[in-house]
């Protein structure tokens, strides 16, 4: 089907307002206070042997990732680490505090590269991380513990 001019133009229109939105609203990237509530959780599948057979190949070296079985029931289960959101994201000069639950995992060594922030999350326990994003860019937030999967995406956006 071709697109008559009219169909054209009605999708250009809504395209024209959202660039126009983009370049007039730098406003809503100002710095403020952003609270962000994450947890260190890990979740876990399981089956049997005679439904889904245990994978021949072992999974990444590093803690991240866990693989156990098949019992004397022919159980077994797959298991990964994970920040809970993964990807944060921020305007730089924001005053960031991560409230970060342990809610898997006896600990979780662990820091923000590029911030020189270092942390502990334990299971149970909130642990409060506080800085300005000074800097903008893309860092990573690292599980020294549970590698390669526990890392997470700290974007700091430009403010303008
Ligand atoms: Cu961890």
């Excluded at 307002?17 to 509530?37: F, H, K, M, N």
């Excluded at 505090?97 to 020189?116: F, Q, R």
Aim: charged residues 20%; contains cysteine; hydrophobic residues 40%.
């Amino acid at each position: 089907m071709r697109a008559t001019p009219s169909r054209f133009l009605a999708a250009l229109v809504p395209l024209a307002l959202a660039v126009s939105a983009c370049s007039t609203g730098g406003a809503r990237l100002a710095a403020g206070e952003r609270t962000i509530y994450m947890a260190a959780i890990e979740p876990k599948g399981s089956t049997t042997v005679d439904k889904e057979p245990f994978p021949a190949e072992a999974l990444p070296a590093g803690g991240g990732y866990g693989l156990e079985g098949p019992d004397e029931k022919g159980a077994w289960t797959v298991e990964t680490y994970r920040w809970l959101p993964s990807g944060v994201t921020v305007v730089q000069g924001d005053k960031v505090t991560l409230e970060i639950l342990g809610v898997n995992g006896a600990m979780h060594a662990s820091k923000v590269e590029g911030y020189d922030i270092a942390f502990d999350v334990k299971r149970g326990q909130v642990t409060t991380v506080t800085f300005t994003a000074d800097k903008a860019g893309v860092f990573r937030i690292i599980c020294s513990t549970h590698q390669p999967a526990m890392t997470g995406t700290l974007v700091v956006l430009p403010s303008s």
